[in-house]
């Protein structure tokens, strides 16, 4: 009961109905009076007419995965299915039936499951095959309950469709608004100065969108480059170095055409910074770029006033201005150091970089740090600008069409049959989560942001979302050619379809010259980190305990066109892959978009003003309103602390290890149990570089 309720992230009431013989308790958040559109776990479920007293709904539980994001390695949810019915006869009654079966079906009806026998009441039909992205489930009164799969061919009395074949396809929804739409946004001063964005080959384009530009100036880089583009170095450094960064303007080549970027010592990625943990280095950042800007140390618990947060801890660095940082580092894993002013065109230029903080060598054969990335082209493989006072792509964030590794469009390493390589990974995209695939390696999740997690497991496949890190190994046994490959599925918004979309990141050669045999435990065995196990267990116990505090997610719009409007209806699912309709997002910009944090008394954003003593643990709940304009999945982002994901829905995260960035997607809930440990004034917010810059974010002050 718990579980399912909290699967649709409400934790309301339970309405109890009576009809019939059977009476059946409903969930608030999943009963035949949920509207459509209001969660991506819960349909109806809708009686064939000559059972007037049936009635129930289908609830879609997301499996708990490692990731936060229940989906395969295509990318596909992955989730299990409850059927809760009443008002039900008995089969008998309805004709020569023992049995009531539900089945799943395509939505051309050309596959079919069985799901097993069902009954008035509460049933739960375990995990949906993954292969059903959009799919129809009927009820059938059967013969024989045994009757195998291809075998429906009782009556049918009940029926329902996934919410993720209820997306509305455009050219439906546009018709109405063809003839007349004009809007605020179609014929904008700056429309004429604007290239448009690269189409994408994969997508339908969006009809009546051609008009359409944002109501903001477009901006590039200004000034001439100071040099061109180096690849990434690495930097040893030790407790009392000191580190001179300099952002600066720098000409890079990017399939074919020469882009104006921004560098950290005129390196994109910026230098690689490797410490020991618990080493304390002095960064003076010198700004040599046309904007205000910092450096935020991301993940890393450091004292607050070198936070690098812009007019929360430090004014802005004006340009040909410098700031010097004491950056401590108390935690081993992978962090990243990026600006905290226009994040979505100051990193996505180039301003970003790794640090890797170490407490022992790993057992493996070779260690590859990668940024993970996307740039926006426009129609002729030039640069797209940015906004000039306001973000653009506000809604979904700017998803690039190039995807990058450490800067370039094709990353390749070469490695020996049999040898073990620690991938760090982290995703420095303004707002595109990937789903990575090690083709030919077995490949064995170690862990996240801030350090492993309690215990090892095996992975098929890594999801990832803005800001977030994982560490993975992966062992190449096979020799031969092998793709890393981004698997997901994108929303065809015009057709209102899924489509399986793959692209690949780079490559992996793998040689037939043996690697050595590493010493210490077997790659196959599962290890686990006793400190970080120790640690966990002490946090258990709060996994039945109610949140101290509530936020929720939500989306504001102003001024938004009605045909535009009109399109947004009923978009929304538990994560995009890919923005489904670049045009019209494109055009959307922080004039009429504002993401939202409220807490419980209905303050927003920078409104709310939370004070905690340090040394005390939170539990806070965040909830994703799935019922907004256009729901998305946020990657929430908790600055100076270090926090676990407890539970996602209800029900308790198996895979424990702590974390400054945790995805939530669109419709769900999670908790997060946060050590209050850091004193000072940090932020909350989403790491979309775009919804940070419409206003998703909070600050809130640990007194010392
Ligand atoms: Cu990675 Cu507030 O930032
Ligand atoms: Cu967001």
Redesign the pocket.
Known sequence: MRVVRAAVGVTGCVIALTAGAQSVRFDAGCSPQTPLFSSPYCAELVAVPDLPGARGVMQLTPVVSPFGIAVDSAGRQRQRLTLVIEGLPGPASLGPYTTYVAWAYSLSMDQEHRLGVVHAGRVQLGEMPASLVQFRVLVSAERDGRVASRGRGGKLVMRATSPSALLLAHRDVMTPFMAGGSGTMEHGEHSAHWPKPAPDPRITPTPGMAGMAPAVAPLLPSAPPTSSAKPREIVRLSSGDTLSLAASIVAKNVAGKRFLMYGYNGQIPGPLISVTKNAQIVVRFINGIDQPSTI?W?GVRLENRFDG?AHVTQEPVAPGDSFTYRVRFPDAGVY?Y?P?VREDIQQDLGLYGNILVRAVHPNVHREEVLALDDLTLDSTGAQLPYGSDAPTHALMGRFGSLLLVNGEPSYALGVRRGEVVRFYLTNVANARLLNLTFHGAQVKLIGSDMGNFERESWTTHVTIAP?ERYIVDARFSTPGRHAIVNHVQWLDHARGIYRDVADTLGFVQVSDAPAPTLSGARYDELRRDQNVSREMATLRRYVARPPDRTLTLGLKLKDVPPSMLAMLAGMSVPVDWNDGMPQMHWALTGREVTWTISDERGRENMAIDWRFKRGRVLKLRIKNRFDVAHAMAHPM?L?GQRFVVLARNGIPNETLGWKDTAVLPAGETMDLLVELTNPGRW?L?C?IAEH?GTGMMTVFAVDP
């Open positions: 935020h991301h947060t990243w990026h905290h800001a982002h600055h932020m917010h790491h940070l």
